[in-house]
C-alpha cells in the first residue's frame, strides 16, 4: 500500500508508528520512500528559494549600480573608494558562493 494522497499518508505513517509501538513489524520499505520523498522536496524547495534569491541579489546589485551612477558615480569624492568597496564585496560573496560544502 503506498498512499499518494498526503492525508492518506499521514494516516499510514501514523498507523505504522502505532505498529511499532505495539511491537509489531512496520512497513521499511514505505517509510524509506516516504523518507526520501520527503528529502526530494525539502531539497526542491531550498533550491527554488536559492534561485529566487539569488536573482533578488542580482537585481538589488543593478539598481543600485544605476542609483550610484545617477548620484555621480566615480565623479564624487567618494567615488573610487566606494567602487573599492563595491569591488571587494563582489569578490567575498563569490568566494562564499562557491566554496564546497
Known amino acids: 500500500m503506498a498512499p499518494a494522497d498526503p492525508l492518506d499518508r ?32 525539502q531539497n ?5 528559494t536559492q534561485r529566487r534569491l539569488r536573482l533578488l541579489v542580482l537585481v538589488t546589485a543593478i539598481v543600485l549600480a544605476i542609483l550610484w551612477i545617477k548620484n555621480g558615480g566615480l565623479s564624487g569624492t567618494a567615488g573610487l573608494p566606494m567602487l573599492g568597496l563595491v569591488l571587494v564585496g563582489f569578490l567575498a560573496s563569490f568566494a562564499i558562493g562557491r566554496r564546497p560544502r
Do not use: F, M, N, S
Open 10 to 41: 499521514e494516516a499510514y505513517l501514523e498507523e505504522q508508528i502505532a505498529r511499532q509501538k505495539r511491537g509489531e513489524p512496520v512497513d521499511v520499505d514505505w517509510v524509506r520512500a516516504e523518507l526520501a520523498r520527503v528529502r526530494r522536496d
Open 44 to 48: 526542491a524547495t531550498v533550491a527554488r
